[in-house]
C-alpha cells in the first residue's frame, strides 16, 4: 500500500477506507481549522484535505496514544501528510486573544460524544520544527463533557484562552464514544501583541498561491476604497519566465513589488522588527489605517487557462429507507475533463458495498446502483473522478444515512426532530441503531418528549428509562 500512496494519495484515501480505515465526521469550522481553511481556499497547496477536511481521525488517548509527533496535523494520514508542514509562515492565522474564547464544530456525521478537549502550544514552541508533544501544554486548557449523546450537526464551546503573544497552535480532540478513535484539528492562531500587526495596519486582502502561471502571464491587485476602485494604486507582476511563475515564487515576487510600490499597502508576514516580509506562499495585505482603503483582490490573467478537471453530484437524498438489506441509488454525476469516474458506497466500518463505474468526458451519466445487504446507519458514496490523460484525482464525499423501517411502517419523525410533537402513538426514527419506536399510550405518553442533551433518561433505545415511555417495534 505504501507504493501506491506515493503514486497517488487519493487513491490511497480510498484504500484505506475499503480495508476498514476511518471515515470522515468532522472539523472545527470557527475559528477555521487548518484544515478547513484548505477547503475554502484560506489555506493552499494542501493536497487531498481539501476535499477532505472532516477525516482527520486517529486512534484516541492524545497525549499518551494518537497520532506520532510530527504527524498531529494529518492525524497520521499519509495522503494528508501536507498538513504537517510547519514553518512560521506557511499557515494562515487567525487573530485570538486570551480570555472568553468560543469554538465551533461542524460534523458531518454527529457521533456519540466521550469529550472535548483543547491544548495551547507553550509560549516558547518552536514554529519552525514538526508539531510534537513537547510543543504543547499537555495540560488541556478546556474540557467539554459530551455525556456519550450524539451532539447536533453544529455545536460551539465556551472556553477560557490562555494568555500567550505571536503565533500558536490551538489543538481540538474529539473523542467519540461508539469507536476508539478521536479526531484532531489544528487551529493557527496570532495572539495580541509578539507578530500581531501594529495598529496602524489592518489586513485587507491575501496573494493566495494558488496555480502555476506561464511566461506573459499577469498576476495584478485591485485596490478599493469606499467609492470604488483605485486603479492608480495597482501593482502589476508580469511572469518573466516559468521559474518566476511557479505559485511559491510569483506570490513572492507580487508581495515584495507591492512593498516597493506602495505606501498604504503591505504584502506578506510581519517579523519581530515589524516590518512586512513576502514569503514564498501565501502572503496577507494589509492597509495602513486612515488610508481609508477597504479591500484588496488579486486578479490573475492567463493567456490560455487551463480548464480544471471535477466531478459533482446531484440527485442524491441524505436518508434512505431499506428495503430488507437492499437499497437503488439513483444519480447523475457531471464530469468537467476527461475522466475515468468511480463510484464506491462504504458502510460506517468503511467495507465498500458496491461500485459503478464509467468514462465521462464534459459531460454528466445518469448512474443507477442497486445494493443488498446494506444495514441502517451512517454511509457514505466516495466518486472519484481519475483524468484518463494522466494527473491527480479529484473527488466528491457524501454522506448518507441508511434508514431501516420496522415492519409497522413509516415513522413521524427522526429523533430528536419534532420532540415536543410526541403523543401516544407517535412513530420516531433512532439514527443511532436505525430502530423505530412508538409512543406509548397515557399515561406514559408524557416522557416522550422530555429529552435534552443532559438529561436522556427517556430518549427512546438509549435512555436508562426508555422502556417507560416506549415500545420497540419489531
Not at 23 to 37: C, D, F, K, M, V
Not at 153 to 171: E, M
Request: aromatic share 10%; charged share 15%; net charge negative.
Amino acid at each position: 500500500m505504501a507504493a501506491t500512496i506515493q503514486l497517488n494519495r487519493l487513491a490511497a484515501a480510498l484504500a484505506l477506507l475499503a480495508s476498514g480505515g476511518v471515515l470522515a465526521h468532522g472539523y472545527i469550522s470557527q475559528p477555521e481549522a487548518r484544515n478547513y481553511l484548505c477547503k475554502t481556499g484560506g489555506n493552499s497547496q494542501c493536497g487531498a484535505v481539501q476535499w477532505e477536511p472532516q477525516s482527520l481521525e486517529a486512534p484516541s488517548g492524545f497525549p499518551n496514544g494518537g497520532p506520532a509527533d510530527g504527524q498531529i496535523a494529518s492525524a497520521g494520514h499519509t495522503q494528508f501528510g501536507e498538513l504537517n508542514a510547519q514553518t512560521s509562515d506557511r499557515w494562515t492565522k487567525r487573530d485570538v486573544q486570551a480570555g472568553p474564547f468560543a469554538i465551533s464544530w461542524t460534523f458531518t456525521a454527529n457521533h456519540v460524544t466521550r469529550n472535548w478537549r483543547y491544548y495551547l502550544t507553550k509560549q516558547d514552541w518552536n514554529p519552525n520544527q514538526p508539531l510534537s508533544r513537547a510543543s504543547f501544554d499537555l495540560n488541556p486548557f478546556c474540557v467539554i463533557d459530551g455525556g456519550m449523546v450524539q451532539p447536533p450537526k453544529q455545536v460551539t464551546h465556551n472556553c477560557v484562552l490562555p494568555a500567550r503573544t505571536g503565533y500558536q497552535v490551538i489543538l481540538g480532540v474529539w473523542e467519540v464514544g461508539d469507536t476508539t478513535n478521536s479526531f484532531y484539528n489544528l487551529i493557527d492562531a496570532r495572539f495580541e501583541g509578539g507578530t500581531q500587526p501594529p495598529l496602524n495596519w489592518s489586513q485587507g486582502g491575501t496573494i493566495y498561491p494558488s496555480i502555476d502561471l506561464a511566461a506573459g502571464d499577469k498576476a495584478m491587485t485591485r485596490v478599493f476604497d469606499a467609492s470604488g476602485e483605485r486603479t492608480d494604486l495597482q501593482t502589476v507582476l508580469t511572469i518573466a519566465n516559468t521559474e518566476q511563475g511557479q505559485k511559491n515564487n510569483w506570490s513572492h515576487a507580487l508581495a515584495s513589488k507591492i512593498n516597493a510600490e506602495q505606501s498604504q499597502i503591505r504584502a506578506g508576514q510581519q517579523g519581530t522588527d515589524g516590518q512586512f516580509n513576502p514569503v514564498y506562499g501565501q502572503n496577507p495585505v494589509y492597509l495602513k489605517a486612515g488610508s481609508n482603503l477597504q479591500r484588496v483582490e488579486i486578479q490573475l490573467e492567463q493567456q490560455q487557462p487551463p480548464i480544471g478537471d471535477s466531478v459533482s453530484v446531484s440527485g442524491l437524498e441524505s436518508e434512505y429507507l431499506l428495503d430488507n438489506g437492499k437499497l437503488t441509488l439513483n444519480f447523475t454525476v457531471a464530469a468537467q475533463g476527461d475522466l475515468a469516474v468511480t463510484n464506491t458506497l462504504y458502510d460506517h466500518g468503511g467495507v465498500a458495498k458496491g461500485q459503478s463505474s464509467a468514462d465521462i468526458k464534459d459531460s454528466s451519466q445518469s448512474f443507477t446502483m442497486p445494493l443488498t445487504g446494506l444495514s441502517a446507519g451512517h454511509h457514505q458514496l466516495v466518486i472519484e473522478g481519475k483524468p484518463k490523460s494522466g494527473g491527480a484525482a479529484v473527488q466528491q464525499t457524501l454522506d448518507l444515512m441508511l434508514k431501516d423501517p420496522a415492519s409497522g411502517g413509516d415513522y413521524q419523525y427522526s429523533f430528536p426532530e419534532g420532540l415536543k410533537s410526541y403523543t401516544a402513538g407517535t412513530k420516531v426514527l433512532q439514527p443511532k441503531n436505525g430502530k423505530i419506536y412508538q409512543c406509548k399510550p397515557f399515561p406514559y405518553s408524557g416522557w416522550c418528549s422530555q429529552w435534552a442533551s443532559t438529561a436522556t433518561q427517556y430518549e427512546p433505545g438509549v435512555g436508562s428509562h426508555w422502556q417507560e415511555a416506549w415500545t420497540q417495534l419489531p
